[in-house]
């Protein structure tokens, strides 16, 4: 059984692609997103045009995950404020919890 066959990386410009561990760790990784393999220099130049287009930072990739799960949860509350609210209320009620104590 191959080790790399689950996670096979290839050249991202000639598609050129080997099973043997030597090939795949002959790869060179592009330094920016960390997500383009490369079989040589000339591929790796020649992808440019292309890849820089979606290159981008793991951590700029994260910053605007997060970005969009912050929008998501805040659009989320907004719709639904009242009955948050509500609930909210409800449980404090329950569980003899002072209003004064639940930071909001």
Not at 23 to 36: D, E, P, T, V, Y
Not at 64 to 78: A, D, G, H, I, Y
């Amino acid at each position: 059984e191959n080790r790399f066959a689950g996670n096979m990386k290839f050249c991202r410009y000639c598609n050129k692609n080997e099973l043997s561990a030597e090939f795949q760790k002959s790869l060179m990784q592009c330094s920016i997103c960390k997500g383009a393999y490369y079989c040589s220099k000339d591929c790796q130049v020649g992808d440019w045009k292309r890849h820089k287009i979606t290159c981008k930072r793991q951590d700029e990739r994260i910053v605007k995950s997060l970005e969009n799960r912050e929008s998501t949860v805040l659009s989320f509350c907004m719709q639904n404020y009242y009955r948050i609210m509500k609930e909210l209320v409800k449980i404090t009620n329950e569980n003899g919890i002072a209003k004064k104590e639940v930071v909001l």
